[in-house]
């Protein structure tokens, strides 16, 4: 008898559409979209730590009058031990100047920001619901505090479904170390699997175990994976009507095509010298390198077709010194994110991406007294921060929202997380109502129980 | 009028009803508790408005009804919310009126037709008696009928795929060689028994079934969250469940223990050890987090697991308003709730077992004594905060041995007589929970009063509630509910007692069940943690019903649940459908035919061999980085069953992890086992599965090529291969032997572990070094150290760990 062994080029290059392709393609079918997309892509930009908005995009004058007054503040029994305590204003130690057609006052340090202010939609409104990271961060991320659900990127995955077969649909950029929380900031929770984040990690291997172990030859792997294909041939010979094995054969050809295909888009020796010195790449703010690297890939992944990409940036949570701190994140950040927007709309891609910036929850007008007054940073706080989105179908060059004259409380179009998830969502053609999965007795979703549009955001 | 509601609402129902039933729940009763209900409610009905139910709201008051559902706009309620017409609600200033989000939640929950969630048994009685099918009670068990009597089955399985089948449903683990001829070559018509009873009576049969609690329960080595702290003792619970199934302690006692072990067998460690269950879910208290609140997330998740794990109900949904689907009112999940009130976290003292493995505490203690007081020599010699600002380098890596030294502090207690546990009101010097944790002493406790909360929300508390067990069985099954003390000891005692009577038919329906579905991949009801309504329902009742019999009449013994399962044709039937084995099967069989697995078993966790780049990875620790992760540097303890290794809720192995291993924080009812291309990058490139073939290789290099692949078939698909199958891995294996033949690189020098982190203070990164390997690391076998045949058969090895067969089970 002869064994059938599937040919070489058949394995690498995914020759024909056998059984295992179709279940690999019924578990990728995608739920939606449920109405006309204004986007397809999602790129977010996540600032972990809790990035002030009193000191980026929502200036607060009042505080330099206010600064070292005592801040007066109710204490109840709702309220977390690190809010106790004498309490003072503390105003922000940065410059802000004007910026684009829209005049928005920023912080000076946002020197190339300030040149795309009016592609970007600045939303002030948003509340968030804890002041503990690992818990806002779920929040933000899963539309569930306490960790286990599916990311947004898991669900827009679930959605839309897959564009480029060869690669994850929603793949997570992150820093030097992992966000607090871990990899359940970009679970499939009770998805599918495939819906799950794919972390690219910046050294060694961007995809756990994509290559084999040093020494290991090309020529030995594929005599191996001839054997391998050999066995499984004469396996299912034994169990014709499994599907499920043809499955698991389909899935290490598309695991080799993934491995020739990742490393092209990932090789950015291909960018012209210009572009990614627009991104801050080679210069000499090593921290603006790295970020920037990170949102060009992010441009490159969305161009070969993944349809979610967070990019992590960490080190926003500034109790102290934030002049430094903070000045430092912005500084590394600034050219990067501008770049990417410059980038996307070049391409023409902006108008089908959308772009988010933003952070767990923002930081508090007030701060104990720490490092004898001259410390000056600032606290947690969730009833005020600010994000920005940018591409299609929102409301670029504009202001949306408001905090009060010392930035403690949203007061204009304020809205819950849950009401931003189902707009993004909206945007990409999705209905939060009707994207749905049903686990542990009840149809979930990403809003939780529902939530409403922020129509002030949409064009 | 009441017609035209129905018109205009009906549709906006259609589509949002769940939502806006939900949104009414979370976001606007609590909001008409804690603002409105205290003047328009009971008896002070002010304006002879009654905002409590939706029957006295659409009445009104003297002023007309206050909502007219699908109309927000000409609804009084928003008219004086708004202050529209010089009326305001809540009186006063413009400030006391409710934030502008509130008002529009329940504008859109107006328009949506005003549905009503309430906490008010508003669905009593309303149940199709077919989904109260879990809850009526069973009848008794018929003594002449056996499994097959409910099951046509077909053909019988050979005796090979049945051996390989019942060996990695009991034990985890593939038949030897002997084990599968042994079983082939019995005539006797006991061969099939006798293989059923010889696993069941293996130590690697509880290693296996703990693992299927575990998921249940969530077990993890660590709290989760920002820190991720140890969970010390936690180990000892992992082996009390391993014991239990080894020794079938009746199913009955196995809840008394872990529900109220610490009351109903006071003195006893080994039921003090089982009360771990009630903690078992992620839970952190720190500075920015609000007392009353992580309270709060403990007491919903303990009521919330105790009802799933045991009953199969989801009460989660009655936190927030009565379950729509199922007899579970509001209250029910409040009166349940005041059963835990008194729970308070502890870490007794709790004197070893015999029974536990205690040999490797004194040194990992010395061990570990060493790397805490090197971090804490370090945090000493840096010095504190007021280096913040001349020297930033030096503060963060004050600051990264000040949290290595908070975190091993917390470790150290792993080797310590402690129990991670549970107590009736406080235990002075012995309370859990972290350095923000105020805890009342023992001498001035009182227990703390429990409110209905609306909406799960913390900040409107409604009427208060007495301890009370679900009141379903009562109604609907007959059983009735027992009275629970409300003195502080006893109340869980109560629980326990309720919950493991051969009266609550709950209790002995969703465990026979979840057994049936480890057997056979798919439960008799499929949605192993929900019996009620909106689970599917049971495939075959009374096979059910008969099962859950037989398993209380039998003293509640598990293991004679498996051999009614076993010793059925249904079982032993050709036609099952094949299943992808769990990861921890798949790692365990993989280090097991390589004949590199250590059966050492109980202790502490140990420290598996994980993909490297994960290893070096930094992890994020409140305020600064965890130690770098290390693998066991002893072979003995890297290369433990899956279940004995250390389970970090923020590092969970990625072989585990790929292979849909349970996520630790979430029950897991069911392992998912979709097919996905990075497993086969896991299991092909993978370094720990080069090195376990690569050992086994070794272990056979001395053998002729034709013998070779002879064993390799043996030891890893437990039969011979046929006459294409050897041509074809003989052909392999020469042509591999020549592509080894040039020199293999040599071991690569371990490079150090270097993490960054961002700097909170000045935004600028800064790295850490943290030290290498011990020189005591027992490394794996390298290529550099074989010849080219073990190199070449290696690879033919590493084939047929990946192969089809190898991972499916039929």
């Known amino acids: ?459 | 009028m009441r017609n035209l509601w129905r018109i205009l609402a009906l549709p906006a129902l259609a589509l949002h009803g769940q939502e806006a039933a939900e949104g009414f729940a979370t976001r606007i009763q609590p909001v008409l508790v804690k603002e409105c209900q205290g003047c328009h409610g009971g008896s002070m009905a002010l304006s002879k408005l009654d905002l409590r139910t939706r029957e006295s709201m659409l009445l009104g008051g003297s002023r007309g009804p206050a909502v007219i559902p699908g109309n927000a706009a000409d609804s009084l309620l928003l008219r004086v919310l708004e202050a529209r017409d010089g009326l305001q609600m809540p009186p006063g200033d413009a400030s006391k009126r409710l934030p502008a989000e509130t008002i529009a939640s329940i504008r859109t929950w107006i328009n949506a037709g005003a549905p009503w969630t309430g906490t008010t048994n508003s669905n009593w009685g309303h149940y199709k008696p077919e989904d109260l099918w879990a809850i009526r009670p069973l009848p008794p068990q018929d003594k002449s009928k056996t499994v097959d009597s409910f099951l046509q089955s077909g053909s019988m399985a050979d005796r090979r795929t049945l051996i390989r089948r019942v060996s990695i449903d009991l034990t985890g683990l593939p038949p030897t060689l002997s084990e599968i001829e042994a079983f082939v070559n019995d005539r006797s018509p006991q061969a099939w028994a006798k293989v059923v009873e010889r696993l069941l009576a293996s130590p690697r049969y509880g290693e296996r079934w703990a693992r299927h609690w575990l998921d249940v329960v969530r077990y993890a080595d660590t709290a989760g969250y920002s820190n991720d702290f140890e969970r010390p003792n936690a180990w000892r619970y992992r082996d009390y469940v391993v014991r239990a199934f080894n020794q079938d302690k009746p199913y009955d006692q196995f809840i008394r223990e872990q529900i109220a072990g610490d009351e109903l067998y006071p003195g006893n460690a080994e039921a003090l050890i089982a009360t771990g269950f009630l903690r078992m879910g992620p839970w952190e208290h720190t500075a920015m987090s609000v007392e009353a609140v992580t309270r709060q997330m403990f007491l919903d998740d303990v009521t919330h697991s105790t009802a799933a794990t045991f009953l199969g109900l989801t009460l989660g949904c009655a936190r927030c308003h009565d379950h729509k689907f199922d007899p579970l009112p509001t209250k029910d999940y409040y009166r349940m709730q005041a059963i835990f009130a008194v729970t308070e976290f502890v870490r007794p003292p709790a004197p070893f077992l015999p029974s536990e493995n205690t040999s490797g505490l004194a040194a990992g203690k010395t061990h570990m004594r060493d790397v805490a007081a090197q971090a804490k020599r370090r945090m000493d010699e840096l010095g504190a905060g007021n280096k913040q600002r001349e020297n930033p380098d030096l503060f963060e890596e004050f600051k990264l041995y000040q949290k290595h030294t908070a975190l091993y502090k917390e470790s150290l207690d792993r080797f310590e007589p402690k129990a991670f546990a549970v107590s009736s009101g406080p235990i002075d010097g012995a309370t859990d929970g972290g350095p923000n944790l105020r805890y009342p002493k023992a001498a001035n406790y009182k227990p703390a009063q429990v409110h209905v909360l609306p909406g799960g929300n913390i900040q409107s508390p409604a009427e208060t509630v007495k301890p009370g067990v679900l009141s379903l069985l009562e109604r609907y099954g007959s059983y009735p509910s027992p009275a629970v003390p409300e003195t502080t000891s006893g109340r869980r005692s109560a629980l326990a007692n309720w919950i493991a009577d051969a009266r609550n038919p709950l209790t002995a329906r969703v465990m026979v069940n979840r057994m049936w579905q480890y057997h056979f991949g798919k439960g008799i009801a499929e949605d192993a943690n929900n019996f009620g309504k909106m689970g599917k329902k049971p495939s075959n009742p009374e096979l059910l019903d008969w099962l859950a019999g037989g398993f209380m009449e039998n003293s509640w013994s598990i293991k004679s649940v498996h051999r009614s399962i076993l010793l059925s044709n249904a079982y032993q039937s050709a036609s099952l459908p094949p299943r992808r084995v769990e990861a921890e099967v798949l790692r365990d069989s993989i280090l097991a035919v390589t004949g590199e697995l250590s059966l050492d078993t109980g202790g502490p966790g140990t420290y598996p061999q994980i993909n490297d780049d994960v290893a070096r990875q930094a992890q994020h620790r409140m305020g600064s980085l965890a130690p770098a992760y290390r693998a066991s540097p002893a072979k003995r303890d890297r290369n433990r069953r899956t279940i004995y290794t250390f389970q970090q809720r923020s590092l969970i192995d990625p072989m585990v992890e790929v292979f849909n291993g349970p996520s630790l924080d979430l029950s897991c009812e069911r392992r998912d086992s979709s097919t996905v291309p990075t497993q086969a990058f896991t299991l092909f490139n993978g370094q720990f599965v080069h090195d376990m073939a690569l050992a086994l290789a070794a272990k056979l290099g001395a053998q002729s090529p034709k013998a070779q692949i002879r064993s390799v078939f043996e030891r890893v698909l437990g039969r011979v291969p046929d006459a294409p199958e050897e041509a074809t891995a003989l052909a392999s294996l020469r042509r591999l032997t020549r592509l080894h033949s040039g020199t293999p690189p040599t071991r690569p020098v371990q490079t150090p572990v270097v993490h960054t982190i961002t700097s909170e203070l000045t935004g600028a990164q800064h790295q850490f070094v943290h030290q290498e390997d011990p020189a005591t690391f027992e490394h794996n076998l390298h290529p550099s150290e074989t010849t080219p045949a073990v190199r070449a058969l290696a690879d033919v090895i590493l084939a047929l760990l990946n192969s089809n067969e190898f991972a499916y089970v039929y």
């Open chain 1, 1 to 459: 008898m002869r064994i059938a062994t599937p040919s070489r080029r058949d394995l690498l290059f995914g020759g024909g559409m056998g059984l295992g392709s179709i279940a690999l393609s019924a578990m990728m079918s995608a739920q939606g979209p449920h109405h006309k997309a204004r986007a397809k892509n999602c790129i977010f930009l996540l600032m972990e730590g809790g990035p002030s908005h009193i000191d980026t995009f929502d200036p607060k004058p009042r505080l330099g009058s206010l600064h070292m007054t005592k801040f007066q503040k109710e204490r109840n029994k709702f309220e977390a031990n690190m809010n106790t305590g004498e309490r003072y204003y503390v105003k922000s130690p940065f410059q802000f100047r004007r910026a684009g057609k829209m005049g928005i006052e920023i912080n000076t340090l946002f020197e190339s920001f300030r040149e795309v202010v009016d592609d970007v939609c600045f939303y002030r409104g948003l509340r968030a619901e804890s002041v503990n990271h690992p818990t806002a961060l779920y929040h933000l991320n899963t539309g569930n505090q306490f960790g286990g659900d599916p990311a947004l990127g898991a669900w827009i995955s679930y959605g839309l479904g897959t564009v480029n077969k060869n690669l994850p649909s929603f793949v997570v950029l992150p820093d030097t170390a992992y966000p607090q929380g871990g990899a359940a900031n970009w679970s499939n929770g009770f998805l599918p699997a495939i819906h799950q984040g794919t972390p690219l990690r910046s050294t060694g291997s961007p995809v756990l175990d994509m290559r084999p172990p040093a020494g290991v030859t090309a020529d030995e792997q594929r005599v191996t994976l001839d054997l391998l294909h050999s066995l499984n041939a004469r396996h299912q010979q034994r169990h014709p009507d499994h599907a499920e094995l043809a499955a698991r054969i389909e899935s290490y050809e598309l695991a080799f095509r993934m491995q020739a295909e990742m490393p092209r888009v990932l090789d950015l020796r291909s960018e012209k010298p210009e572009t990614l010195a627009m991104y801050g790449i080679g210069g000499t703010n090593q921290d603006a390198d790295a970020i920037g690297r990170r949102c060009l890939l992010a441009r490159r992944l969305v161009e070969a077709g993944v349809r979610f990409v967070q990019v992590i940036v960490m080190g926003w949570d500034s109790h102290d010194f934030i002049e430094n701190a903070h000045g430092a994140r912005i500084r590394a950040i600034d050219k990067p994110i501008s770049a990417l927007l410059g980038d996307l709309k070049r391409t023409g891609l902006l108008d089908e991406t959308i772009v988010v910036w933003g952070g767990e929850f923002g930081r508090s007008p007030d701060n104990g007294i720490r490092g004898g007054g001259e410390a000056w940073g600032r606290d947690h706080n969730a009833a005020a921060m600010t994000c920005w989105l940018a591409g299609g179908g929102v409301k670029t060059g504009s202001i949306v929202g408001a905090t009060d004259e010392t930035g403690l409380k949203g007061v204009e179009a304020v809205h819950p997380i849950r009401d931003f998830h189902v707009t993004l969502l909206h945007l990409l053609g999705l209905d939060d109502a009707k994207l749905r999965y049903f686990h542990a007795g009840r149809e979930k979703q990403l809003s939780q129980t529902g939530g409403e549009l922020i129509r002030e955001l949409l064009v």
